[in-house]
């Protein structure tokens, strides 16, 4: 089954699923009879099982939608790719991050200026923000749900996968 990378598709499946997806998150917090640990087993196996059927190169949201943060590793690493040096790089494409956020960078703009003909131009160098992206193999997916929810606006793969995960955890079957 292919499924829609559409972004005016994806937001629109998003919002109609929003309030749910709310209360999902309060479930999974309060209700869920699975630990944390499980939670994540089947958050990781689900993703597998979704990312299989979607094709990222045809997608690029999130290098269109969103600002990925820059540790200073990766302003050095991609400042050498580009043959610049990082304050060069830094002028040219980012700003300074949220002060409390974990890296003190991000992109200027969107779409990222690395993002060209719908690819990634750096995409052997690029940010761990991007190469962690959507995050879904990270643990504790309970205490990320906020993010979660967020990203199901721009991410397909994020989007079906709380759908799936909502039928493996007993979501629909609880009482309401
Ligand atoms: S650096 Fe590459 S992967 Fe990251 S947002 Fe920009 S284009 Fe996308
Ligand atoms: S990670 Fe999600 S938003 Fe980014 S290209 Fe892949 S499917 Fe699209």
């Known amino acids: 089954m292919n ?70 590793e990766d302003v050095e690493r991609i400042a050498v790719r580009l043959g610049l040096d990082p304050k060069s790089l830094n002028d040219a494409y980012l700003e300074r991050n949220e002060p409390l956020e974990e890296n003190p960078w991000q992109t200027r703009t969107t779409p990222c200026p690395f993002l060209k003909d719908n690819r990634c131009s750096i995409y052997e160098d690029r940010p761990s923000d991007c190469s962690g992206y959507p995050h879904l193999y990270k643990t504790e997916f309970t205490s990320r749900t906020m993010g979660v929810i967020e990203r199901t606006f721009t991410c397909p793969i994020v989007y079906e996968t709380m759908e799936e995960l909502k039928k493996s955890t007993g979501f629909f079957r609880r009482r309401r």
């Open 3 to 72: 499924m829609a990378v559409d972004l005016v598709q994806i937001r629109t499946l998003a919002q109609a699923k929003e309030d749910e997806n709310w209360r999902f998150r309060k479930f999974l917090k309060a209700d869920c009879n699975l630990d944390e640990d499980e939670i994540d087993e089947r958050v990781f196996r689900i993703t597998r099982r979704v990312w299989s059927r979607i094709d990222c190169t045809a997608c690029a949201n999130c290098c269109r939608e969103m600002k990925p943060s820059f540790s200073q």
